[in-house]
């Protein structure tokens, strides 16, 4: 396994445990699209898996929380930016 594959890997890793740790203290507003079709977004450009999946999950708590892992796993900041606000 490369070290770019381990760094991505222990980026997206930190960033769920971010997520849970903070979980408790987040407010949820009501959402008009779902972690779905922030990964359909990314889907559609040819980024698809279980770490894409995950910072798709993890922006219904906050738009960094999703748009930091994206950025590590190279996706482009426009697909970033426009998955990540329908997550």
Not at 2 to 28: D, E, H, P, W, Y
Not at 50 to 71: D, F, K, M, Q
Request: charged content about 10%; hydrophobic content about 50%.
């Amino acid at each position: 396994m490369s070290r770019k594959t381990v760094v991505r890997r222990l980026a997206i890793a930190g960033a769920a445990a971010l997520a849970m740790a903070g979980a408790s203290l987040a407010v949820a507003s009501p959402a008009q699209a779902t972690p779905a079709d922030c990964t359909a977004v990314l889907a559609a450009a040819g980024y698809g898996g279980a770490e894409y999946g995950v910072a798709c999950t993890l922006g219904t708590i906050s738009y960094t929380l999703c748009a930091t892992p994206l950025n590590l796993l190279g996706v482009p900041p426009l697909t970033v930016d426009v998955a990540c606000r329908l997550a």
